[in-house]
């Protein structure tokens, strides 16, 4: 995982971009002579022809958004005028993939009708405003960051925070105690565990009302199709039934803007407890259900488990019903 420091202003006293990017849920960047070329099929080592007319502070700041910037890497964003970080990010898709995107219609257009086609899909958090005296000055609008440089920004945002517990830049008044301390654990979470996706309470409550659906959705699906009849949310457990003489556990997990891995790290630890903690049952067969389709990194490491004697397969909700690996006892069953 890798850090970065990036603007998102049309030039050094430009208009102000960011707040459009930050609507949109991604860092974008944007120059001319690349407007309408697409770096998805090109690499570092094989550009397209226009790459000559870049500048060279210009080349390299496309180059580390095109190739180098990687899911769940962490982007801090910086305005100059005064020097400040204003917003952290984490990087959506599975760790240390490609993140770059071409946008061709994106709704990203400066004040000179130029859209900024150049992207990577970020989930942003709170706003900042926290002074930040850069090192030296660059003409690098993307910078990856040093340890050092890492721990100063944490540093001044959790002493910025701690100066002013309160932000109403977005709430448009003074939030109460208990939700200034949630924006505070919010805010710090973000930087000391930035692997970690964090959501509002909205998105929650969205998360939750997706996960009923799933849970429904499976329960009526294995009985229409199998005659398998559940328990459903017994003891916090989603969903257990029996298939023969073995007894099964199912917890379903929502994989919010569809990344997969911390739906899958927070599944991991409950059905652990589930099993393991002192007067709870263990079950023969434990299975994950997501509402898409983990990827390959993810089936990878879920199946790398079973080496360890964990009796652990997972499936998947399809438009058609539902898909598991082949360690399920579901597999045959599709």
């Not at 697409?38 to 570092?44: A, G, I, Y």
């Not at 960051?145 to 709430?171: M, Y």
Request: hydrophobic content about 35%.
């Amino acid at each position: 995982m890798k850090h970065w420091r990036m603007r998102m202003r049309n030039g050094w006293h430009g208009f102000d971009m960011f707040r459009k990017c930050r609507a949109e849920g991604v860092a974008a960047i944007h120059y001319t002579p690349l407007e309408d070329v697409d770096l998805t099929d090109f690499s570092e080592d094989d550009p397209p022809p226009q790459w000559s007319d870049l500048a060279p502070a210009q080349s390299g700041s496309l180059r580390k958004v095109a190739w180098r910037i990687r899911g769940g890497d962490v982007i801090y964003v910086a305005e100059s005028n005064p020097s400040r970080i204003v917003c952290v990010g984490r990087v959506k898709g599975p760790d240390g993939s490609r993140a770059y995107r071409f946008a061709a219609k994106t709704p990203i257009v400066d004040e000179k009708r130029h859209p900024w086609r150049h992207q990577v899909k970020v989930e942003w958090g709170k706003l900042l405003e926290t002074p930040y005296p850069a090192p030296q000055a660059t003409q690098n609008t993307v910078l990856e960051l040093k340890p050092s440089e890492i721990a100063k920004i944490k540093k001044l945002i959790r002493g910025a925070v701690k100066r002013d517990p309160v932000s109403n830049s977005e709430q448009g008044g003074r939030a109460s105690a208990e939700g200034s301390d949630a924006e505070e654990e919010i805010r710090l979470r973000q930087l000391e565990e930035s692997a970690y996706t964090r959501y509002t309470a909205e998105s929650i409550r969205k998360i939750d009302r997706r996960h009923v659906r799933l849970c429904n959705a499976f329960t009526d699906w294995l009985v229409l199709n199998h005659g398998i009849k559940c328990n459903v949310e017994r003891r916090n457990i989603d969903v257990t039934f029996r298939i023969g003489r073995r007894s099964a556990l199912v917890e379903f997990k929502v994989a919010y803007n569809d990344d997969p891995k911390p739906a899958i790290r927070e599944a991991l630890g409950q059905i652990l407890e589930y099993n393991h903690y002192p007067d709870r049952v263990t079950y023969d067969q434990w299975i994950l259900v997501l509402d898409c389709k983990p990827a390959e990194a993810d089936g990878i490491f879920l199946k790398t488990l079973r080496k360890y004697g964990i009796p652990l397969s997972y499936g998947w909700q399809t438009k058609d019903g539902f898909k598991f690996s082949r360690e399920s006892p579901l597999f045959s069953r599709r």
